[in-house]
């Protein structure tokens, strides 16, 4: 807008210009004109009637002669000045456009900025955590050497886990402890009154913490550095340690229950196989093993929670790890669904209400269909495994 606007200035300007260099010539020459009959000299006779002064009646004349002239730079100046105003409305118009797309786009980034800034500031507050506990921990005990550490392979499936920063993205995606405590409060009742409790995977310590604050013995392992310190610094008893290896390493019927969440899934069949045999052998009588993992028959489970980690390997439908439980010999084996979805996430059905009999049937026809469809998309997220020895 502004380089319209200076175009079409310099346009003016060099009409202006041309106007003036003739006008200017014309007008000099009845200055010349009007200045020769001042300095002539009249009789008195002129004198005494005024009007009739020659140099009256040249200003008269002059002022007739000269009035185009003046009407000229008139119109010139006044259609100057409309083609400006129209120029500055235009331009006032874009910027005011511009200042108000400027202050969306700063309310805009001034609400991210806070989100990024309250995002980022626990993130960076979490990652110096790490490294204090990193640090403690070195100078403890319980800190393996290079040598224990490289003795310690990993099966193939759970190096990814391993090779990313599991922790921040446990943080990011997993939800906050105490959204996981609310959750796995109900699995509490099968684990009063035992000892020597054994959670797999632990993670944050969740559970331990559930256990812990209820008087049950217990401990976990999980093979992220980053868990295990996190789980020390509540003062909880976890071992760095892969599943299979530690359970080979347990006397049989020794441990008084088994928690397992959200981990299954990081392993192969045959892995999860062997665990579920290994955990029978190592548990005492009438005591339970709950395996909690992510519901593939939803549709949005899978693809929200499922295939977003990298270290995830295989789902398990709920009729396949209920078949390995029961036929390695578990008792009393139950699927529990998990974590429904809002009614609001899921699809909307038709109102019957006043609708005619024919209408009606094909309503109720589209709403079943609705409801199967909420079902495959939007059914229960997680579910979990229930079985007792």
Not at 328 to 351: C, G, W
């Amino acid at each position: 807008m502004i380089v319209y606007y200076e175009d079409k200035q310099n346009d003016i300007e060099q009409i202006a210009d041309d106007l003036f260099l003739v006008s200017d010539k014309s007008f000099e020459r009845l200055q010349n004109i009007y200045s020769t009959f001042m300095r002539l000299d009249y009789p008195s006779a002129y004198i005494l009637d005024g009007s009739k002064h020659p140099k009256n009646i040249l200003k008269r004349l002059l002022r007739k002669l000269s009035h185009w002239y003046i009407k000229r730079l008139e119109d010139f100046g006044r259609q100057h000045l409309s083609i400006e105003k129209k120029l500055f409305t235009n331009l006032f118009d874009e910027i005011n456009q511009i200042r108000q797309q400027s202050q969306r786009s700063e309310q805009l980034a001034n609400a991210n900025g806070e989100f990024l800034k309250q995002f980022n500031k626990g993130m960076y507050i979490e990652r110096i955590n790490r490294i204090e506990r990193s640090l403690k921990d070195k100078h403890s005990n319980n800190f393996p050497t290079k040598q224990q550490r490289k003795n310690k392979e990993l099966p193939e499936e759970l190096k990814v886990a391993n090779s990313m920063d599991y922790y921040m993205f446990e943080n990011n995606f997993r939800g906050s402890e105490e959204v996981i405590k609310n959750r796995q409060n109900q699995y509490l009742k099968y684990f009063v009154n035992k000892s020597n409790v054994l959670d797999i995977g632990c993670g944050r310590g969740e559970f331990l913490e559930l256990l812990t604050n209820h008087n049950v013995e217990c401990y976990g392992i999980d093979i992220n550095p980053d868990m295990v310190l996190k789980g020390r610094e509540k003062d909880l008893k976890i071992i760095q340690e892969e599943a299979l290896s530690h359970l080979l390493s347990v006397e049989d019927e020794s441990l008084g229950g088994i928690f397992c969440s959200q981990l299954i899934e990081h392993l192969s069949p045959s892995a999860i196989s062997n665990l579920i045999e290994l955990s029978w052998n190592k548990l005492k009588k009438d005591s339970y093993f709950i395996c909690e993992t992510i519901n593939p028959c939803c549709v949005s489970a899978f693809i929200n929670s499922f295939i977003m980690d990298l270290s995830h390997v295989k789902p398990l439908h709920p009729a396949t790890l209920n078949f390995l439980f029961e036929s390695n010999h578990f008792e009393e084996v139950k699927v529990t669904f998990l974590t429904p979805h809002e009614e609001s996430a899921k699809l909307s059905k038709i109102s019957v209400q006043g609708l005619d009999e024919q209408h009606l049937r094909i309503s109720e026809l589209l709403n079943s269909n609705t409801e199967k469809l909420n079902q495959l998309l939007f059914g229960y997220q997680e579910y979990a495994v229930i079985a007792k020895k």
